[in-house]
């Protein structure tokens, strides 16, 4: 059972979702998850089962996590049926609303309590413990609005151009858009990679990955995907395609991808 629910409208700026990911799994039975390379941050709490990471067996995990935004795959590991409550941030949240540079989060995935110290650890009991996922995203909101009041800022450029990648997929010109905002394109690097963790040229590339992503169903064509995805030919589709996800682009859309139910 995968299940979305929206932000109160005090945080639609900076919060994409909430969501909850449920699966029954025969007890012993593994099941892997892939998460993919994504331009966006999430606050993970594993309120049901655990899981770990097979490339990291000597990684410490914990029930609850800041997923930073991320350039490459990772695979997650779990014996028995789960549940997962999370919150679906934009990447400037985290100096917007836990005053941290985004740079110092990509591809991380931080414990809770590491980033937020004991309100951390007290938020992390608070949504383990709710009686259901209403509760789970009133709990969480009360949060982040509360931080919100705390760190008021206004919207920089970097924040106005994440916002024009994420309206156009990922497909338009990082120079053109460094001319929009007023300031040279070195100036818009260095301020873009603070706010979102990554230059604009790569987190272009992500967001255009995960638009391809969202095609998994649909009876289109690679060719068809790629094109409408703004990829100029296959091969730069399938050599991208594999970078952020682990897969050849058939392999994903034609079969049974690693921890796809979220999606069906």
């Given amino acids: 059972m995968y299940r979305t629910f929206p932000p109160p409208p005090a945080l639609v700026a900076h919060v994409r979702m909430f969501w909850v990911f449920e699966h029954e799994v025969a007890e012993g039975e593994p099941y892997i998850y892939r998460s993919m390379a994504d331009g966006c941050v999430e606050m993970v709490f594993h309120y049901k089962g ?75 009991e608070r949504v383990m413990t709710a009686a259901d996922h209403f509760e789970r995203v009133k709990i969480l909101s009360a949060f982040l609005e509360a931080r919100l009041r705390k760190n008021e800022q206004h919207p920089t450029a970097a924040h106005l151009a994440l916002r024009h990648i994420l309206h156009q997929k990922g497909q338009l010109n990082v120079e053109q858009l460094a001319a929009e905002t007023c300031l040279s394109t070195r100036q818009f690097e260095r301020r873009f990679k603070e706010y979102c963790g990554f230059s604009p040229k790569l987190y272009t590339r992500i967001i255009r990955f995960q638009h391809a992503l969202a095609a998994y169903g649909e009876e289109r064509s690679l060719t068809d995907i790629g094109y409408a995805c703004g990829y100029y030919d296959q091969s730069h589709f399938i050599r991208e395609f594999r970078e952020f996800s682990g897969y050849h682009p058939r392999q994903y859309f034609a079969g049974r991808p690693e921890g796809i139910e979220y999606r069906e």
């Fill in 50 to 124: 655990m899981f770990t990471e097979p490339a990291r067996p000597n990684d410490i995990y914990h029930p609850a996590v800041v997923h930073a935004q991320s350039s490459h795959y990772r695979r997650f590991l779990t014996h028995g049926s789960f549940g997962i409550f999370g919150a679906y941030l934009y990447p400037t949240a985290l100096p917007r609303l836990f005053g941290l540079p985004a740079t110092d989060f990509s591809n991380q995935m931080p414990g809770l309590e590491a980033v937020l110290g004991t309100e951390g650890r007290l938020l992390e």
